[in-house]
């Protein structure tokens, strides 16, 4: 790495060659004004098309204003941010994106939330607009369970074809068309739905505006709770726990479970559970099937099943490996499951008549819930999913004050968890959870160092080699589809030799997921809530899974033994494989 | 071509194919059959020779006789008459219009007269698909001579020296390009040539292809010894179907040859050319959208820097260069730097191929040294305006020129002066107007061809220049404000200030040349809601004028919406609320009794 001294608006200061005009002003503490560009850091996504034209900077002997998000910086580089120069392309380029853009802020899914806006009120946009004329419009996209498209509103910043293709290497969403009618679409205008998407939500997750926002359900289990018919149960998933505060203005990795538990009661939901009971289950059956394909000469390595966007993806793109991946149900399925079965049971519910709404970190986890396959008798094992946004949202609607609220504990018996569900937030943490039950079960010994860090961590691939008796587990962690992509390839060209892998869709797992709050591009976020996801485990008495005593009463009363027939009824599936288009 | 007495070369370009050459060819090769003559007179297709306007075109040598406008039907008499009997066909004889007389030697031609033909030398004098014909004017040669005698470093020196600058538009040192590349160390590195001629009107590119195509592909191979790259793309449109047989042709005769491929003269040096078709995209034109484009992924440009020097196609140095600066390499490395930067002004040496094309009287490819005045392009070479109107304005560089006006005329034409005044080279596209064209209609028109053109991924060039677009066209709907005018004037120097590629950089140049030399005829459509030249149909209203009409009713008779009323013999009158302004009456008026105001 070289130095290299350059002048931003007079300021001299000295930084790595390879930095862009932008970093070096960040150095600088000079603020530049940026759109389209993104840079999530050490989840290695960078968006650096300079499409946008709003970062633009006055550099010394160069005809033109410079993109400071593209350009890097040399030696002696002379740069000015805030001549009346780039002050004002800077305002065209925002006043040009608005005059193609609905005005319905009001009433808009990002209101307050959404990245143009806020730069037009940084910038002092007000009172009418200097540009105006014809605006593009397109049919809405309401084909999926997960993701809402309304290109009205895209102003092709093109990072989510950058989490789509490059991140994701899934191809969905692409730049269509040229001049004013580019759009991003999937190929042949295709409606998400037939597509090969994961609905991962990665790309909602970035989107600056409302052009990608989520299918939102919040009217249809507001109907449910107000419905003295139905008995209601919710559960929430363990990455919106340390995300939900966000919602309200808190600090990122503000662990907020007693809050949230609260705040679900307060809206009337007849019971709140937990989806982490979901995990630690989920850990007995995945934790018994792997122990089982060890001892049995079963196709190793295991995949673990969790992530619904994952689960999709390799039905599309890896049909000759979908004997591979573990047949547990994801957590909050299994839930369902349960819900509907052992727990409507036990209470005297009838199954008809409860609900089961699920708030997830997930967009996927819509379209999961949907699956055909995933229903018991005729009813959804899950019947709504929201994201953690839209929890948010209806605490809002609800009136209450969050941050100040008590908190209170997760009613039972589905409400207990261990610190082993915990980590299902966040990458790494499954396969970690899994690792605490199986050792003990392959050694019969009390593992009394829980925390594998060598699974932790946010590179994108990762491995470590476990010891577990005489046997030397090795196992493969990867998060982000494009390095889910390559480990698969790895294994399938027999390069890789793992005995189980953990994939999550999303950079950093659950906790970056699609339905998250906006992280607007700090990756810091996502590694603080990271942070929380182990706290909360590190604050947990009991740390494996097969120490939740409620989850042994469930096999004990109802499920039988560990992965047997009425297990494999109730918590375990089957793969599809899916159309490459 | 010893063997033979005479030598009938015909045109084989695209225009004058479309114009039955093909069938021309023929019939002179059966007729110099029938005549016994196929040993001594041979009949030679060959590249455009530029006067298109009077295509096809049939040159005859050794007696340096240029018919003009030939028929298939004419090969008889050419054969019977010229061939056989040394009887010049007078009337097809070109006729100067200026002294009406016939001129048998394309010399003497005003439109050949103050041409010079570097890039275009071979056009119009070869067979381009016979390589031997190439190497009889000393092809290869120079690819020959920089091999064997030169070392890349010294190539490089000469091309910095000659001062020839990029002939695609951007006027970069072409010396420069290459030595970046040759700098950049890789394991292996392109040459692409730039065959996306996308410029309305722009032909030359095409005409060298189709004329001249081992040249390209000997300059290719020079650049590949001087960067130090192995590859070659030549990144052509799909709809140049005879270019690029011509080039495929071509590049089987160089390979059979040994003149590309492994080791070229016996040299370590190895080079191998690939076709890729483009799908006509104008964008991609545009150096990185092209690279984009090349590898399969979608033709939109990039920032730079990186430029393709340093991070090209597959992320390798490249070099890319378009067709005529690729045509003028082989005659500078034989005739030397110092020849080639003799010719021309200060700062653009050499010559520039123009598409001269509009209204004016030439039209056709024209190659002139660099620093001519506009003046004698358009009226010595160009013969004027057509029908004796008079002369408005020249749209140079393509569709992101800018519109040069009377007072710029005499203006020495180089990358400098034209950029100057408010235009561009560009690609050497050259459009008359005279008093007829409106010029801001002028400037729309370019607009709607660059909003659909643009990629669509900078904000500034999709949606600003779609506001300029609209601007414009409410303006020639009678619908536009002064306040319009300046916003106008605001939006077109940001967008050219902060578009990413040269697309965007450059679109805003026809409304803002026009508002800068024709303001006035902007406020007539603003303030009085008038079109001065008549074009705007919104603006303008058809009159019968009493003491002309003679009541024959031609015009009722045509006017489709039946607005017309008069009866026979007498004065006729258009009911203005109905008239659609088609001007099918203007056109059937034999009295010029109908005038549009």
Known sequence: ?581 | MSTYRMHLLVCGGTGCQASESKQLVENLQAQVLMAGMGNEVQVVTTGCFGFCEKGPIVKVLPDNIFYVEVKPDDAEEIVNEHVMKGRPVSRLLFTEPSRNEKISEHKEMPFYKKQVRIALRNCGFIDPENIDEYISVDGYQALGKVLTEMTPEALIVLMKKSGLRGRGGGGFPTGLKWEAASKNQADVKYIVCNADEGDPGAFMDRSILEGDPHTVLEAMAIAGYATGARYGYIYIRAEYPLAVHRLEVAIEQAMEMGLLGENIFGTDFSFDIVIKYGAGAFVCGEETALIHSIEGERGEPTNKPPFPAESGLWGKPTSVNNVETFANVPPIILNGAEWFASIGSEKSKGTKVFALAGKVNNVGLVEVPMGIALREIIFDIGGGIKDGKKYKAVQTGGPSGGCIPEAGLDTPIDYENLTRIGSMMGSGGMIVMDEDDCMVNVAKFYLEFTCDESCGKCTPCRVGNRRLYETLTRITEGKGTMEDLETMKELGPIIKDTALCGLGQTSPNPVLSTMKYFWDEYVAHVVDKKCPAGVCTALLSYYILPDKCIGCTACKRVCPVSCISGEVKKIHEIDQSRCIKCGACHTACKFSAIVKK
């Open chain 1, 1 to 581: 790495m070289r130095l290299v001294t350059i002048h931003i608006n007079d300021k001299e200061l000295t930084v790595p060659d390879h930095y862009t005009i932008l970093e070096a002003a960040k150095e600088a503490n000079v603020n530049i004004p940026t759109l389209c560009h993104m840079d999530l850091g050490d989840l290695k996504a960078v968006n650096q098309v300079a499409s946008c034209r709003v970062c633009m900077v006055e550099v010394a002997g160069r005809r033109n204003l410079a993109p400071s998000c593209a350009t890097k910086i040399t030696d002696g580089m002379v740069i000015r941010t805030n001549t009346p120069r780039a002050v004002k392309a800077r305002r065209t380029s925002v006043e040009l994106l608005l005059s193609d853009h609905p005005f319905e802020c009001l009433i808009c899914e990002k209101n307050q939330k959404c990245d143009l806006q806020k730069l037009a009120a940084d910038l002092g946009v007000r009172g009418q607009l200097k540009y105006q004329g014809s605006m593009s419009t397109y049919e809405k996209d309401v084909s999926s369970k997960s993701i809402y498209r309304n290109l009205d509103k895209c102003i092709l910043c093109r990072r989510c074809e950058t989490m789509c293709n490059e991140v994701q290497t899934c191809g969905i969403l692409s730049a269509v068309g040229r001049g004013f009618e580019t759009v991003i679409s999937p190929a042949f205008s295709l409606p998400m739905s037939e597509t090969m998407c994961t609905f991962c939500g990665q790309c909602v997750a970035v989107c600056p505006t409302a052009a990608l926002t989520e299918i939102s359900c919040i009217r249809e289990v507001w109907d449910v709770i107000n419905d003295p018919e139905k008995f209601v149960v919710v559960q929430t998933a363990p990455a919106v726990r340390v995300a939900l505060g966000e919602e309200f203005g808190m600090e990122p990795g503000t662990i907020v479970t007693g809050k949230m538990t609260s705040a679900l009661r307060m809206m009337g939901f007849d019971r709140v559970f937990d989806t982490d009971f979901g995990a630690d289950l989920t850990i007995i059956e995945e934790a018994s099937e792997f122990v089982h394909r060890l001892q049995h000469g079963g196709r190793l390595p295991i995949l673990t099943s969790c992530c619904p966007a994952w689960v999709k993806f390799f039905e599309h793109q890896f049909q000759d490996l979908l004997d591979i991946p573990s047949t547990c149900k994801s957590p909050h399925e299994m839930f369902g499951a349960v819900a509907k079965t052992y727990y409507a049971k036990k209470y005297n519910i009838d199954p008809a008549k409860m609900v089961v709404v699920s708030v997830m970190p997930c967009l996927a986890k819509k379209y999961e819930s949907a699956r055909p396959e995933l229903t018991g008798e005729g009813v959804s094992n899950v019947d709504y999913v929201v994201t953690t946004r839209e929890l948010g949202m209806m605490i809002r609607e609800s009136g209450i004050n969050f941050v100040d609220l008590e908190d209170s504990q997760f009613d039972n018996p589905l409400g207990e968890s261990t610190g082993a569900s915990v980590i299902f937030g966040a990458t790494g943490g499954v396969i970690e959870a899994a690792l605490r039950t199986a050792y003990e079960w392959l050694t019969g010994e009390t593992l009394e160092q829980v925390e594998f860090h060598a699974l932790r961590g946010l590179d994108g691939i990762r491995e470590a080699t476990v010891k577990v008796g005489d046997l030397e587990v090795k196992i493969g962690v990867a998060h982000g589809l494009g390095n889910a992509r390559k480990l698969l390839e790895a294994i399938r060209s027999g390069e890789a030799n793992y005995h189980a892998i953990e994939i999550m869709a999303c950079p950093g797992g659950c906790v970056g997921g699609g339905g998250q709050p906006y992280h607007h591009g700090d990756s810091e976020i996502i590694k603080k809530r990271t942070e929380a996801i182990y706290r909360e485990d590190a604050g947990k008495q009991k740390r494996k899974s097969h120490e939740n005593e409620q989850v042994m009463t469930l096999y004990k009363e109802f499920l039988g033994e560990f992965y047997g027939d009425k297990a494999h009824e109730l918590l375990h599936t089957h793969y599809t494989a899916r159309e490459k288009i």
